[in-house]
């Protein structure tokens, strides 16, 4: 389990959003612009009106691909919320940790209890901060299948592992009788299916469908084994430092994405979730690089490294870059590095601009629903809490993929959407659920 | 309280909104996008009068019960009105997408309208205080327990649904009217419709009429229809 969890945190870097910014000249102003062309020479004008082409065709694709995204981080928080509310195992406290978090929140005082929580989000932050600079460091020094042995070793764990202890746990929660034989057969051809989808081919949305599942179980691990202020500090603290890391000239994500793009290679596509994969496999050079311009409007990357043990979900792995399977031990790199696609590219293909899909890394995904889990599980039993949650974490993606294509550049996906998300639960579990517990109560409708 | 009540109670109180939604806005992204924003934004506004309220009621003597009636309903005004001032932060920044989305397509054309807009943004302030109201009620029905054992309504469940229901569909066309009324700059409209916002939301009674409260609001639900 160590490993997972060391890989997790290794590749948080990757998981900024980056996006390539498609045309060179590409006007990264405001989505809305119109005034300006008012009043300007023509030349200027119709400078600016090709940008505008650009933009609006950033901009049409541009709802189209937060509904690609919405969907996907819809159904790993349905998937979450799901189990939280019928399989109580996941609610239980076993006084079992992660070794990550050593001091115990069942203290006497609230100091205390305080105190260990900060430590315990410090520890688990720095190990992430290690792994990334590992990871940093073994990307760098070109040790490919040192990252992509790791890669796989966690998938694997998390494919057969986790699922055969969660479906464990659903078969007792429904009293289902379950013979070691039949259980050993699926979870066989679970992990294996899963493994081949997630680290060589397979249609498209057994892989999504793989990828959530994957994002769902980790999330369901940590809201399990992490004590209650701990998680809600460690997903605050990882927001800012997903925002340092990405965006900081000296973070390491950002680091990684540039050598990527001096290597002119991808970052491994592993542990990115993506929409429009499938018709990449086995293209060839000049299909790749189309394909790469058109993997630009993609999310930040998922920070979390945690996500991690899902092992490489190379996702984009199938997609981009992977036109050559020989090249795919050498590019199992961090995920960024899909995003960061190399800029030697030819200028975007029109035809391709349909095809262009969206990216997230799967830590993303997995801290989503962590919060979403979380706000379920400990929100006094109040689904209000976790609607209002699921709305503001939505709210922040759609924010952060309409500055994903103002700015044409990597960015973070967890730092606006945990902070709604934030905000929203601490809001409505103390403020708004008495007052529409009152409203209920003498059947008031505003 | 079975699986039967708890389905009956869901379908009445979301089966329009969903139908809606299915039909007429799952197809399209930018449609939905509008509409989470919409319910966003009705949760912003609910967030900050139950702020309100809860300072209220921590500055007030909490034993006098009639005080936190007064209350409460005064959280319930000012939440109306809080929610329709939302209404028009929404319709402006969506005039303002609306411009934005017109200068960048090739025709200078929009793809959605002010109306298509004003339409999913009323559902999206339904839907949202729909879910508000009625989801921890439906999660409440799929326990064990017998409605009004203590003497109160039997019928609580139900009237619920209906009127969940009714404002679903009022914020609705709310939202159409008061769009509408805000692009020709008829503000006797926009004040129609916070009227009848209070009035609705304001349709207290003591626990017997619980029929009657829910008849009252769907008359106004037919008067709206545009």
């Known amino acids: 389990m160590a490993d997972e969890y060391h890989q997790n945190n290794v590749s948080s870097e990757d998981t900024e959003t980056h996006c390539r910014p498609a045309e060179p000249g590409g006007a990264a102003g405001h989505v809305q612009g119109d005034t300006e062309l008012n009043g300007q020479p023509p030349s200027t004008r119709v400078i600016q009106a090709e940008d505008d082409d650009d933009e609006e065709l950033t901009l049409k694709y541009g709802a189209k691909h937060v509904i690609m995204l919405f969907v996907p981080v819809t159904l790993c928080m349905v998937v979450v919320v799901a ?187 592993a542990l990115i979730y993506s929409s429009t994969m499938v018709w990449l496999v086995g293209m060839a050079d000049g299909r790749e690089n189309r394909k790469n311009k058109s993997s630009e409007p993609e999310s930040p990357a998922v920070p979390d490294q945690q996500a991690e043990d899902d092992g490489g979900f190379t996702t984009s792995w199938v997609g981009q870059q992977q036109h050559q399977l020989g090249n795919l031990q050498s590019t199992e790199d961090t995920r960024r590095e899909i995003q960061g696609m190399p800029s030697a590219r030819p200028s975007a293909d029109p035809s391709d601009d349909e095809e262009r899909g969206v990216k997230l890394g799967l830590g993303d995904f997995i801290f989503y629903s ?15 809490t976790t609607l209002a949650c699921f709305v503001a974490i939505l709210i922040g993606l759609c924010l952060t993929l309409l500055l994903l294509a103002i700015f044409k550049k990597a960015l973070p996906a967890l730092p606006i959407s945990i902070t709604f998300g934030l905000v929203f639960y601490f809001a409505t579990d103390n403020l708004v659920r008495p007052f529409m517990d009152q409203l209920a109560v003498h059947q008031f409708y505003i | ?94 005039r303002k997408a609306n411009e934005g989305l017109a200068a960048i397509s090739e025709e200078n054309l929009s793809p959605i309208s002010i109306r298509q807009m004003a339409y999913v943004a009323g559902l999206g302030f339904g839907i949202m205080s729909g879910a508000f109201s009625m989801i921890n009620i439906l999660s409440d029905s799929l326990g064990p327990g017998t409605v009004g054992i203590f003497g109160d309504s039997q019928y609580y469940f139900i009237t619920s649904a209906f009127m969940t229901l009714a404002m679903t569909l009022l914020h609705t066309f709310w939202g159409v009217v008061f769009f509408d009324s805000c692009e020709r700059n008829r503000w006797w409209a926009v004040a129609v419709v916070l009227s009848l916002h209070l009035l609705v939301s304001g349709l207290v009674s003591p626990s017997p009429s619980h029929r009657s409260r829910a008849v009252r609001t769907h008359n106004t639900c037919a008067d709206k229809r545009p």
């Open chain 2, 1 to 94: 309280m079975t699986v039967a009540v708890f389905f009956g109670c869901a379908f009445i109180a979301f089966g329009p909104a969903l139908a809606l939604f299915i039909f007429t806005i799952a197809r399209d992204p930018l449609r939905v996008i509008i509409l989470i924003a919409g319910a966003f934004f009705w949760l912003l506004s609910l967030l900050l009068s139950s702020l309100v309220w809860f300072i209220a009621v921590k500055a007030s003597r909490q034993e006098e019960a009639t005080a936190q009636k007064g209350l409460l309903i005064f959280g319930v005004m000012f939440s109306v009105v809080l929610q329709e001032v939302f209404r028009f932060a929404y319709y402006r920044l969506l």
């Open chain 1, 83 to 269: 189990t939280i509310k019928s399989v109580s195992f996941y609610t239980q406290n076993d006084g079992q940790q992660l070794i990550y978090t050593p001091f115990r929140e069942d203290t006497e005082t609230v100091g205390q209890r305080a105190l260990n929580s900060i430590l315990n989000a410090a520890i688990m932050i720095s190990v992430i901060v290690v792994m990334t600079l590992i990871l940093v460091l073994l990307y760098k020094y070109r040790c490919y299948k040192v990252i992509h042995g790791w890669l796989f070793i966690s998938s694997l764990l998390l494919l057969f592992f986790f699922s055969f202890i969660y479906l464990g746990e659903v078969f007792k929660t429904y009293n289902v009788a379950m013979d070691y034989l039949t259980l050993a057969v699926i979870i066989w051809n679970f992990g294996v299916v899963g493994m081949i989808c997630i680290h060589w081919k397979g249609p498209l949305r057994l892989q999504q469908a793989y990828l959530i599942m994957i994002s769902a179980l980790m999330a369901l691990v940590f809201i399990k084994y992490l004590p209650e202020w701990t998680a809600w500090l460690i997903l605050a603290v990882i927001s800012v430092y997903d925002l340092l890391a990405v965006l900081c000239p000296k973070g390491p994500l950002r680091i990684l994405v540039e050598t990527a793009q001096e290597r002119d290679e991808p970052i491994f596509p």
């Open chain 1, 370 to 384: 962590m919060l979403v889990g979380k706000a379920s599980a400990a929100a006094s039993g109040d689904w209000n």
